[in-house]
Every structure is written in structure tokens, then in C-alpha cells.
């Protein structure tokens, strides 16, 4: 077996808590009480689906109260794309058919109850969010034979089992069977017990978030007694609240905001690239009788769209344009060949499709909370003679919507997901996937190919050729990988930008600070 463990002062660290504990002592031991408050206006409506991770789509809005209120057995962490958590190690049989997580000592939910194999079994089996019914074809069984210790079977070797588990889907975060299984599905959504830094406070639906810290959270006690999630989509709202100082962090502040902090005196701009590229879907593209069925419709729509004029309006210029629907920072990204402006091409191609004056396209679906980004592109594909209608939704019914298939002509969409290039293909792009309309069979055959390879570099090769055929069957246009740009007002000692690579909110909670007094 292939044993994964971490530096052996953590392991020397884990050993001594349990220790402490068996003796009756506090855990985690010897730490400052959380003090004070911090608070987001965050930039859409919060959601209850997301206070429970067995409902995780794939995107990365979850993860805001997931990192709060939850735990993992390997999450993405600050310098780790998958760090032990409520697993202190694993090991992987030499023949990749089995998984074996180690639990830590001693961890417990927020009601006392203890963190066990059974809770992690369940967690599993209960999971019906993004790509669930993908690992549990590939998953054989789950098995808890003590409390400490879980094991996955493959039903054949499967290299992305852990990428899937640990970080691009919320399979692997751990809820509590026994207490779900007494107030049931809704019941839980209503008052979530996790394993998380922060304890569920309450819940205000269109108003805000509230948690409290949890003093016994086993990596290390948080610095900020109460954190308040507000929910304000307004833009200028937002900022103004910021200005004013009832609240200290604003999520999604562009354009000329964006410039507003950089001149306000006590306010900080924080961009940063994130793992989420934006894009057009044409969902129709498989229609005979649609105008998205010919390819030199989608190409004429990509060439319309003015890349660089909407990253320097919506930006700041701080997003990258890659060209991809794969973020830059996945394992087995391929760089497609950059975008171009061209709307005397564009225009070329739609007379050549039949469409010398354009046409009607009808609705051009988005998450609200980017409507200004729809707009802009809007303008781009309007000049070249493709009218559209916007019609944003909130961003929990949007994806919604989304993933249920229900969407027509354009849809504008992102996700800032963690995972790798299989991960992301698997979910937008082939046959079966949460947000994959429809499909290409020689897409799907390499797909079948590389989920079994363990070959490394021909593994690459075939995701590279998955991604070059998405680029030339023009699927979708990307627009850019974001540059996600908040405001971060005078309190704020440690923000949590930036912590845990390309992920967009502040992270983790336990390590946000405020400025001594």
C-alpha cells in the first residue's frame, strides 16, 4: 500500500490531542478565545441547498459556507490541493483498487457526537450532488470495519477517485448520521450540524448568514468569535455598506467601484484569478432545426466578442483570457491558441449560414450576479447582428435551471469548482454531465479512455485531445478566467485571499483575523 502522511510534526501533534483528550483536556488545547466580528456582503442570495454538502453542483458557491460550517476528509487547503482533515492520512493498494482513510482522534460535531467511519460511510451514500452517480458506478463498496477507519473498493483502478472525492464534488464532506437521520432532509437544512471552525447560528433567507466559532475545532481554534454573511446583490450597495463600515469585506466589486476602492483612503482592492473561467453554452447546438447547429454560428459568436475591451471594463483588466473553459491551473490543461476579435469574420460567417442580417436568438440566460458581464457581451454580439433578450435569475434558480436542463439559445455561465481537467470535462461536457446538454460521441470514447489510464503522459495526451476538440467543435466561447475583485475595508487583518489557490472567497476562516485594537 502507498501511505500518504504529512510532516511528522502533525502527526506528532494529532497523537498528542488524542493524548490530551483520553486525559480530559480541552481540544484543541492552550488557545486565545475567538473574539469580535467580521461581515461579508456577499454578492447574491443565499441558498439552504448549500448549507448541506450532499447537494454540492458543480460549481464553487457551496464552499462559502462549506468551509465554515463542514468538514472533509481532504479538501483543498492553504500550499495543498488535497490536505488531510478529518482523514489524518490514507493509503492507496498498490493496484489502485483500494482506499484507506485513517481518521483523526477525538473530532467531533458541533452537538458533542463523535466523527466517525460510520458518518463518513453515510456521507457518501447519501450524496446526490455533482458526479454522485459517476463515483458510485465506479465505487464498488464502502466499508467501516472500526471507528477510525474507512475503505473504498474501486471496481477497477481509477486515478481521479480522490480528486473527484476530495475536492470536486462534497462527497467527502462528513454531516452527521445520526442527527440528520432524527430531523431529516429539510430539517437539516433548516439547523446544519457539521464539523466545521464555525457553528450555524442562524439563518435569515434574503438577509444573512450567522455562525458562531467552535472552540474545539481540531486544527486550530478561529481568531473571530461571529461571523455575518449579508446578503446584498446591489453593486453599489455593497459598496456603499463598505465605505460606511458595516461591513468589512464586499465580494464582486467591478469596473469603476473597482476603482472607487482603489481611491478610497482605508479600503483595499483585492483581485485575484480564480479557478473560474467564464463562457457562452449554445444548449441547442445539438438541434437540427437551430441556428446553433452549424458551427460557423458558434465561431461567428466566439470572433464577436471584444475579450479585452470586457476585461478592462468589468476587470479592471485583472481576468485572464485563456480561451478555455478549463481553468489555467488544472492538471492537464491544454492552452488553446488565443481568442481573436474579428466581427468582419463573424459577420462573414453568418451570411455564410444563412444568416446575412443576423437573427432573433432569443434569451441569453445568467446568474444575476453577473448580469453587468451579460450585458457587455450582449453589446459585442448584437454588433454583428446576433439580437438577444437578458434574462437573469437569481443564482441558486439559475443553476437550478441550469443543470435541469431547462435553458434554450445562450446560456452565460462559470464555475470556479475545484478538480482537474477530467473533473470539469465530466461535468460540462460529456455525455450525462450536470450541465452537458448534449454530446459527441468521439468526445465520450476518449473520455472512456483516460478515466482508466494510469499512465500519466498518455493520460495527458488524450484529456489535451478532449480539449482541442471541444476548442475546434466550438461547444463553447469562453470569454475569461475571472479575476474575482473584492473590497476589503480597514478592520481586516487577514482577509484569506489568495490562502487556498484559486478559490474566490476568504478561506479558511479559521486563519481570517482582525487588526488588533
Known amino acids: 500500500m502507498r501511505r500518504y502522511r504529512y510532516s511528522r510534526r502533525q502527526t506528532l501533534l494529532a497523537a498528542l490531542m488524542a493524548l490530551g483528550l483520553m486525559a480530559g483536556a480541552t481540544f484543541p488545547a492552550a488557545a486565545a478565545k475567538p473574539q469580535g466580528q467580521l461581515t461579508w456582503g456577499v454578492h447574491f442570495t443565499l441558498a439552504p441547498t448549500w448549507f448541506d454538502p450532499a447537494e454540492t453542483p458543480g460549481i464553487i458557491t457551496p464552499f ?82 472500526d471507528a477510525r477507519h474507512v475503505r473504498f473498493t ?84 455593497r459598496l456603499a455598506a463598505l465605505k460606511r463600515g458595516e461591513v468589512d469585506i464586499v465580494y464582486s466589486i467591478s469596473g469603476a467601484l473597482a476603482e472607487e476602492v482603489q481611491r478610497t483612503p482605508g479600503l483595499t482592492l483585492k483581485p485575484q484569478v480564480v479557478q473560474g473561467p467564464f463562457w457562452l453554452y449554445f444548449p441547442d447546438q445539438w438541434d437540427p432545426k437551430s441556428p446553433w447547429h452549424d458551427p460557423r454560428v458558434r465561431k461567428a459568436a ?5 475579450r479585452k475591451s470586457v476585461n478592462e471594463a468589468m476587470t479592471l483588466g485583472y481576468s485572464l483570457i485563456s480561451g478555455s473553459i478549463i481553468p489555467d491551473n488544472f492538471d492537464f490543461y ?29 434569451d441569453y440566460y445568467c446568474d444575476a450576479s453577473f448580469a453587468n458581464l451579460g450585458e457587455a457581451v450582449m453589446d459585442n454580439l448584437r454588433a454583428v447582428g446576433i ?32 478538480g482537474n481537467a477530467a473533473t ?7 455525455k450525462g454531465g450536470a450541465y452537458a446538454y448534449g454530446n459527441y460521441p468521439d468526445i465520450d470514447e476518449l473520455y472512456a479512455r483516460q478515466a482508466g489510464e494510469l499512465d500519466q503522459k498518455k493520460r495527458a495526451e488524450l484529456l489535451h485531445r478532449m480539449q482541442q476538440m471541444v476548442h475546434e467543435k466550438s461547444i463553447y466561447a469562453p ?35 482582525l487588526k488588533a485594537k
Open 154 to 237: 474501486m471496481k477497477a483502478p481509477w486515478p481521479d477517485f480522490l480528486t473527484f472525492y476530495g475536492s470536486a464534488s462534497g462527497a467527502g464532506w462528513v454531516v452527521p448520521k445520526a442527527y440528520v437521520e432524527k430531523v431529516g432532509e429539510e430539517g437539516y437544512k433548516k439547523a446544519p450540524i457539521g464539523a466545521g471552525p464555525y457553528k450555524f447560528v442562524s439563518f435569515n433567507p434574503g438577509i444573512e448568514l450567522v455562525v458562531e466559532a467552535n472552540e474545539q475545532y481540531w486544527r486550530k481554534v478561529p481568531s473571530i468569535k461571529r461571523l455575518v454573511f449579508k446578503v446584498i446583490p446591489e453593486e453599489s450597495t
Open 387 to 418: 439580437r438577444v433578450t437578458l434574462r437573469p435569475l437569481e443564482r441558486a434558480a439559475f443553476f437550478k435551471g441550469y443543470s435541469e436542463k431547462k435553458f434554450k439559445n445562450i446560456i452565460q455561465a462559470a464555475s470556479g469548482a475545484f
Open 479 to 513: 470569454i475569461y478566467q475571472l479575476s474575482f475583485n473584492n473590497g476589503v475595508g480597514p478592520r481586516v487583518a487577514e482577509s484569506g485571499f489568495g490562502l487556498i489557490a484559486r478559490y474566490p472567497y476568504s478561506g479558511p476562516y479559521e486563519d481570517v483575523t
Open 334 to 362: 491544454w492552452q488553446p491558441p488565443a481568442p481573436v476579435h474579428d466581427p468582419g469574420a463573424a459577420k462573414k460567417l453568418l451570411a455564410e449560414a444563412g444568416f446575412p442580417n443576423g437573427f432573433d436568438a432569443g
Open 302 to 306: 466566439n470572433l464577436a466578442i471584444d
Open 64 to 145: 462559502l459556507v462549506m468551509y465554515a460550517l463542514h468538514d472533509a476528509m481532504v479538501k483543498p487547503m492553504p500550499g495543498k490541493p488535497l490536505s488531510p482533515s478529518l482523514a489524518e492520512s490514507w493509503s492507496i493498494s498498490e493496484d489502485g483498487m483500494v482506499y484507506e482513510f485513517v481518521l483523526r482522534a477525538g473530532v467531533r460535531f458541533h452537538n458533542g457526537e463523535p466523527v466517525t467511519a460510520t458518518d463518513v460511510k453515510y456521507s457518501f451514500e447519501r450524496y446526490r450532488g455533482t458526479s454522485a452517480q459517476l463515483m458510485k458506478d465506479r465505487v464498488a463498496s464502502v466499508e467501516a470495519p
Open 424 to 430: 470539469r470535462l465530466e461535468a460540462f461536457v460529456v
